[in-house]
């Protein structure tokens, strides 16, 4: 398990990579077109954006592995281990709830964007809110594998 864990957030980590670099690429095209060349490809901004998106939420799933999400652990020293523990169990119990909520609901709201398209890319949206649910499985992931490592 750890092996596959390990390379299932390596392909994620590349994912998000080759995403920043496609963002940074295409803002660079479209500054270039708009201010150089006069003409703004209208695909340039969307695209962008829905790369943005992509690459906010999948990295969020590897933030749930780093543990660099917010947390308040100012209160951690004062805590009895045995305490310490069972907030950590609360946190991925909290977590795992709400990333549930994010596959029903994000597979719901993809299932009702199939109809409306992205006007510069000329995709359905279903493209852009995919991630949600997608997003929320991938976080499920990263959780069971946290809670089996709580000791």
Known sequence: MGKAFANFNKILQI???????????????????????????????????????????LGASLGLRDETHIRLNAIDGILSP????????????????????????????TILSMGSRMP???????????????SGLLNMIQLIHKGGQIK
């Open 15 to 57: 994912i998000c990579n080759v995403l920043l670099i496609l963002m940074t690429v295409i803002v660079t095209y479209v500054v270039f077109m708009r201010y150089v060349m006069n003409a703004t490809p209208v695909w340039g901004e969307e695209m962008v954006r829905m790369f943005l998106v992509w690459m906010t939420f």
């Open 120 to 134: 510069g890319l000329g995709i359905e949206t279903a493209w852009l809110v995919a991630v949600f649910p997608l």
């Open 82 to 109: 045995t305490m310490r523990k069972v907030m950590d169990w609360f946190a991925v119990i909290v977590l795992f709830l709400f990333s549930l909520f994010m596959v029903i609901e994000g597979t719901k709201m």
